[in-house]
């Protein structure tokens, strides 16, 4: 939610400093074009992040952008995962995907593994990071969930962008319980980073 009215703020302005403003061919821009205008920016910014993201976050996302959390087919789904450089085996080995049949779902957080540990996971994925930061965020604290970002190292920054990224696909969606969700770990973001102390680098020697 920060960013988005980090991005519409100084983009609309511009409406109080100019007694006009206008489009590329001299006609009056409407207040509507412009959020239009900084929305798509702000859409090519968050999908700029995909580069920090590993592969199965990649294909995470996507799906998510267009089942959330219900069921898809596994067509759609083998298809997705070779445009993204992974596997459908890979994203249920890696605990974040159910297939049944002919069907796919990615995991909610409820039914991820409580006892995940970053250091025993060998394919750590930043998606299980953010859902298991606002797992532990919204049952253990702050204290505890400040703990495990630092336990994760350098998957924190990329952790962060993503909560912003699937706050902003919920918000437009509609899905506000999982909005709430996304948006809840940004706002606590700084005083996780407090209680985290100096990342562990083990993960990532």
Not at 50 to 65: H, I, K, L, P, Q
Request: proline letters at 3%.
């Amino acid at each position: 939610m920060d960013l988005a009215q980090a991005s519409n703020g100084p983009g609309m302005a511009v409406f109080s400093r100019y007694s006009k403003v206008i489009e590329a061919d001299g006609t009056t821009m409407p207040v509507r074009a412009a959020l239009a205008v900084i929305n798509q920016c702000l859409d090519e910014v968050l999908a700029s992040q995909e580069a920090d993201f590993d592969s199965d976050t990649r294909w995470a996302v996507a799906w998510f952008e267009e089942f959330g959390l219900n069921e898809g087919s596994a067509g759609v789904a083998e298809t997705l995962s070779k445009a993204k450089n992974t596997s459908i085996g890979g994203l249920v080995s890696a605990g974040i995907l159910e297939q049944r049949g002919n069907k796919c779902r990615l995991l909610n957080r409820g039914e991820l593994d409580e006892s995940w540990t970053p250091g025993s996971d060998d394919r750590i994925t930043v998606w299980k990071v953010v859902q298991h930061l606002i797992r532990t965020l919204n049952t253990e604290g702050e204290a505890a969930a400040g703990a495990l970002l630092s336990s994760v190292g350098g998957l924190g920054e990329p952790a962060r962008e993503l909560a912003y990224r699937l706050y902003d696909t919920c918000d437009k969606k509609g899905w506000s319980e999982e909005a709430l969700a996304y948006n809840g770990l940004v706002v606590a973001w700084p005083e996780l980073v407090k209680s985290a102390g100096p990342p562990e680098t083990r993960l990532f020697e």
